[in-house]
T-cell receptor, first 113, second 113 residues
């Protein structure tokens, strides 16, 4: 069974440019998470989806970040415009049900220059 | 705040030594889940174990063991006879009753050959 797939693996953009990250969760997993991980830190939750509904986006900086999960499967996280401080690894994870472990993708390493 | 605290930022041990990674959590939930994840240099978070708040039974899996004590809000992780391949960052995490997964700041373990 395929794991959580994220693309791209690496992205370098200039500040003020837009960027998008894509995540394909494990088939059948209803819960999808987006996390941000800064160097030397633990993952920080940005948004959680239950199927296609964003049930917790309280940590998402909505002035520049947006996310969607159309049809409750794939998800896209967008930043517009990117700032230097957005350089980090963006992780996507999915879990099959409440109370179960989340499985993570390899992440997208974003560098804003 | 309902935090997960990993007070040990970095630990170094010599191969074959035992090592314990500490995790202390805060919660107001009566039902919650605790996890340990491993993040090797490749960057992908690997699930190790899940415990629910009603099961305080300790668990052993090969060289890994976990000690969950609700009385002290701790969920510690011990690696017996450490190996170089155990070198990684280890994260403790808690799943809230609302199904949000929060991580500690991680402990970087270095096993010296």
């Amino acid at each position: 069974e395929a794991g959580v797939v994220q693309s791209p693996r690496y992205k370098i953009i200039e500040k003020k440019q837009p960027v998008a990250f894509w995540c394909n969760p494990i088939s059948g997993h209803n819960t999808l998470y987006w996390y941000l991980q800064n160097l030397g830190q633990g993952p920080e939750l940005l948004i959680r989806y239950e199927n296609e509904e964003a049930v917790d986006d309280s940590q998402l900086p909505k002035d520049r970040f947006s996310a969607e999960r159309l049809k409750g499967v794939d998800s896209t996280l967008k930043i517009q415009p990117a700032e230097l401080g957005d350089s980090a690894v963006y992780l996507c994870a999915s879990s099959p049900d409440r109370g179960t472990e989340a499985f993570f993708g390899q992440g997208t390493r974003l560098t804003v220059v | 705040a309902q935090k997960v605290t990993q007070a040990q930022t970095e630990i170094s041990v010599v191969e074959k030594e035992d090592v314990t990674l500490d995790c202390v959590y805060e919660t107001r939930d009566t039902t919650y889940y605790l996890f340990w994840y491993k993040q090797p240099p490749s960057g992908e978070l690997v699930f190790l174990i899940r415990r629910n708040s009603f099961d305080e039974q300790n668990e052993i899996s090969g060289r890994y063991s976990w000690n969950f004590q609700k009385s002290t809000s701790s969920f510690n992780f011990t690696i017996t006879a450490s190996q170089v391949v155990d070198s990684a960052v280890y994260f403790c995490a808690r799943l809230t009753g609302a199904n949000n997964l929060f991580f500690g700041t991680g402990t970087r373990l270095t096993v010296i050959p």
